[in-house]
Each structure stands twice: as structure tokens, then as C-alpha cells.
DNA sequence: GGAATACTTTCCGCATCGTGGAAAGATGGG
DNA sequence: CCCATCTTTCCACGATGCGGAAAGTATTCC
């Protein structure tokens, strides 16, 4: 995650620092910063103190430490307003979240994984925990598998012979994660079985764009005691429904299905 | 909303630029961004491919405008993370509580009551009984009313159809409080006038959080004997004020009113 | 269709602006 | 109370960002 050759160097070092900065739970000190980021403490201190003026860092004087501003927050979130997909999805995901009872996300794919963007998070007292502006692995999690399984062989066969594991029963062969994504363009949505968390569930489905690319996809995520066997196939179907509205809202249409083998449908 | 003095001038032009980016809705062409940050064409170039290499703004080849790049945010929303709404209100309910010379409140909603997580006392003999932690119901409390009129009809009308009075003048109708809420969110704030305990008068405004729900009140609470009729606009603004401020440090904006009655403004 | 127009991108010499070592100022622990 | 550690200010040096101008590329208008 170095800062490649910047025409500027010194918004390569304000970067960095930010995205340190937003990487860290409660904050950094100067020298954590300087150190993470590679730069002599005067001239972090600079850049903090320069960052701050313009209220991208704050500084909170009792525990001394630099973190995320506001601006930085609201000059990101505008990120959301040109992607029209998250505005549109809002109330279909809303009405999704009182159908199912579960939490509903929305997350794009951006440089091999996924980003959550929107959120309309349950009332249950345990519930999942993914955060926006968060990243998630694609072949691990509802949403990353879904979004895997809209795009068209050649790109994901420069897979690692290996995936790494993050619970017992994440698909760490490529194979096998091949037959589950044509699993899931035949049945229409992904499962997450506990492969990204122990006991955590979520059924995720798809959204198109109007070149019939994937746009985003939507999961319902909960625990596994709630999200029971039986329950599965009804919320992934819930969450099909919501993907088409949303498809519908923007315009998206299903891509033409290529695949020679017999992928049905 | 210039640059001010800044040890770091490209760092005050880089976050001028992506403010901009932020705030249009479609993305700005080179020369919009250049004339909106007073910068020269190939000065703000250079900052915008600089900025695009580390993903902070985006060009879209086709449209050739330029907007918010994903990873701006990614790192913005790690705000999200360090933000503590009682924290960041403190200061805002000092300065509440020294202009109006009563106690300040800033409760949470939970559970259908209110919680009280924050206060800042006054000086006066005769004061406010709030305890920090303790519950207090949302029917018949500044706060509580406060944050029930910032929540979509749906939710509260599953409301007993005779609320519990803890004085006379407790609004024990479900259509009485309703028509209330709609005076709150017209006005921009509640009024308690003895409806929770004999001789207690407050005001309180909601604060919105980054999705436009309801994250908090803040309220000002004295007897009635100071809480007089003429004072009590005078406070409720000084209470929308705050409000407005903690909303701002939290990055909280007011929500779209989508009532379609003549909720107005 | 061709020329004029408007906008984007690259280039480069100049001096401004950012740099980092060092020193001064805080802070905390023993 | 003194030493160790971390934060902040200072300053002389030169690397780095600046912007005018020119080259390259879309767009418009006759």
C-alpha cells in the first residue's frame, strides 16, 4: 500500500497518514504515525497539524492522539452521491430489513474486494458487524461471492492456488470456489456459511448495471441461530427480489449468460 | 470556507479541490475544479492525477469529470470509528450551559425510553434531577419527545392507546402526543411543561446523525419558576443551535422530510 | 468536412515551499 | 527531582511544486 510515484509528493505522505489513521481503532500518536509512514516526526507533525487546519484529522488533547475528522467523513461520503446505486437502493433495502428482520447490506467490488457502502442494520440485539466504508474479501463473504459470481471467468482465474482461510470453513480452493459461484448464478444468490465468521450467516444476490455488469450486490446477515437451514432459501429469495427492484430502479438488466457448460437456466 | 493559513499550501488546494468534488452531485470537469479552487488548470491537474493515484478522486473517462474516489471513502468513515457523540458534544453543552445558565441533557434513545449519557450542571441552587444512566419515558420528556418526533410515523403507532401520566399534565393520548410531535418538528424543538414531574419545564432538540435518524438529544431543564413562558423560545433556539453544532462535529445532517401532510418545513 | 473553439494534458525554468535535523518545550515515570 | 521519551518550534538548504505556454484532443459551428 506504498504511495506509488505521486506526482505530489507531499499528498502521498497525507494520505498515507490518513489511511493509517482510518485503519487505527482509536487513534494514533505523532510517532506511531511518523513511524507507520515512514517520515521524520517534523515532518508528520506538519502534515497533521496542516491536515487538522482543514478538519481531515482531529487531535484530541487529554489522550494526545490523531485521528479521522469530520471533513475527511463528509468530503468521502460524497463518494455516495455519484454512486447513484446506493441512494436508489436505500428504501428497497429498508423494506428488505422489515420483511426479514435481518441487517442488510450494499457493497461494491473495488481492487479484489468488497466495500460495504450502505447499511440498514436490524433491531435485534445481536447482529452482524460489518462496517461501512469497510472491506471484506470476495471469496468469503455473501456479498464478495456474489459479486465474484457476475463477472466472467478470465478475471477470476488469476486467483492464488490458495485463499486464505479465515474460519475453518472458508473455500480455500479455487475449484471449489469455481463450483460454488456456478452454484450461485444458477440458484440466483450466494450463501455465506460461517466462511467469514464463526457464526455468521448471510445470503447475498446481485445487482446489474445496464451493460449487464455487476453494480453492487445486497446480503442479509445474522447469526447462524436465527438464520436457520429452513430459513435460507426464503431470505435468499427475499434478497433476489430486492436485487431485481433495485436492478429494476437503475435501469440494470441480467447480463446474457455465456457459460458453454451446463449451467442450466 | 477558504484555506486559511496552512503549513502546508498544497494540502489546503488538495482538500479545497476534493470539498468541491464532495459537494457536486455529478462530478466537475478540470476547469470547474480549477475556477472553484482559484487555482491555475495544470496546477490542479497535477493535484487531481496526483490525488487519483492513491484513489481519492476518480475520473471517469467518458463523462471526463472528476469526483470522489473510493478510497477517500474508505478513509473518511474511519471517523465512524473514534466518534463518541457524548464526547464530541461536551464542549457545545458547556457553552450551552453557560448562555442559558440551566442544566444541559444529551440522552439516547434505547429501547423505547430515553437514556440520559451526558450533562453538564448548572450553578443554581434549584436544579435538574437527571442522573447520568437513567431512564425516563419518551412520552413525557423533552428528550424522549424530542427524539419520537424525529422517528417516521410507522415505528410509533404501536403506541398504548393510553400512556402512562406521571403528573396532570402528561400527554396520556396517543393522537394528542401525535399532534405535538408534528409542533416539535416544525418549531425544531420539544417542550416538556411538566409533564414528566410538577414544576420541571424543559427543552430539547434532536441531533441527526450521518443517515438523518435521530442520535441523540440535547436538552435544557430548570423549574418553572426560571423556565418562564418568554424564556422558553429563547432556550429551545439556543437548544436547536447546539444541536446544530454537535451535528456538525459528528458529521450529522438533518433529515429529507418525506411527510406528506403539511408538516412543512 | 474543415476550421475555429474550448478544454485537457505535458513540459520546463524559476523560486517558492516543503524538508528534516536539531533544539526547545512538555510530559511522565522511577 | 532528574532522566527518558515524546511533542512542538525553528531554520537554512535545495528539492519540489508552481503556473505560463505549448502541444494534444474533443466539440461546435459554419
Redesign the interface.
Known amino acids: 500500500m506504498g ?6 509528493q ?3 505522505r ?2 498515507a497518514i ?2 493509517h ?7 494514533l500518536s505523532l510517532t506511531e504515525v511518523a513511524r507507520a509512514a515512514g517520515l521524520a516526526g517534523s515532518t508528520a507533525h ?2 497533521l ?3 487538522e ?2 478538519r ?1 484529522v ?1 487531535f484530541d488533547a487529554e489522550t494526545r492522539l490523531w ?16 454512486r447513484h446505486v446506493v441512494q436508489m437502493a436505500r428504501p428497497h433495502m429498508r423494506t428488505l430489513m422489515e420483511r426479514s428482520g435481518e441487517t442488510v447490506n450494499l457493497a ?1 467490488e ?2 479484489g474486494s468488497a ?1 460495504y ?1 450502505g447499511q440498514v442494520e436490524c433491531r435485534e440485539m445481536m447482529r452482524s458487524f460489518a ?5 471484506i474479501p470476495l471469496h468469503c463473504s455473501g456479498v464478495g461471492k456474489a459479486l465474484l459470481s457476475a463477472v466472467p471467468e478470465a478475471q477470476w482465474q488469476r486467483l492464488p492456488s490458495l485463499l486464505p482461510a479465515l474460519t475453518p470453513l472458508t473455500l480455500t480452493s479455487p475449484d471449489v470456489l469455481r463450483a460454488d459461484l456456478g452454484r450461485i448464478r444458477q440458484r440466483g444468490y450466494a450463501i455465506d456459511d460461517e466462511e467469514h465468521a464463526i457464526g455468521l450467516r448471510c445470503v447475498a444476490a446481485v445487482v446489474f448495471d445496464e451493460h449487464g455488469d455487476a453494480a453492487c450486490a445486497v446480503s442479509l446477515a445474522g447469526p447462524k441461530a436465527r438464520i436457520t437451514d429452513e430459513r435460507v432459501p426464503v431470505l435468499g429469495q427475499m434478497a433476489v427480489e430486492t436485487a431485481g427492484r433495485i436492478m429494476a430502479e437503475i435501469g440494470g438488466r441480467a447480463p446474457v449468460i455465456v457459460s458453454a457448460s451446463g449451467a442450466g437456466q
Open positions: 504511495a506509488a510515484q505521486n506526482p505530489v507531499v499528498l502521498g497525507a494520505i490518513l489511511n489513521l482510518a485503519q487505527s481503532d482509536s487513534g506538519r502534515i497539524t496542516s491536515l487546519a482543514e481531515y482531529r485521528s479521522v475528522g469530520v471533513q475527511a467523513f463528509i468530503a468521502g461520503s460524497g463518494f455516495l452521491k455519484t461494491i473495488d481492487q466495500v457502502v462496517r461501512l466504508g469497510g472491506r
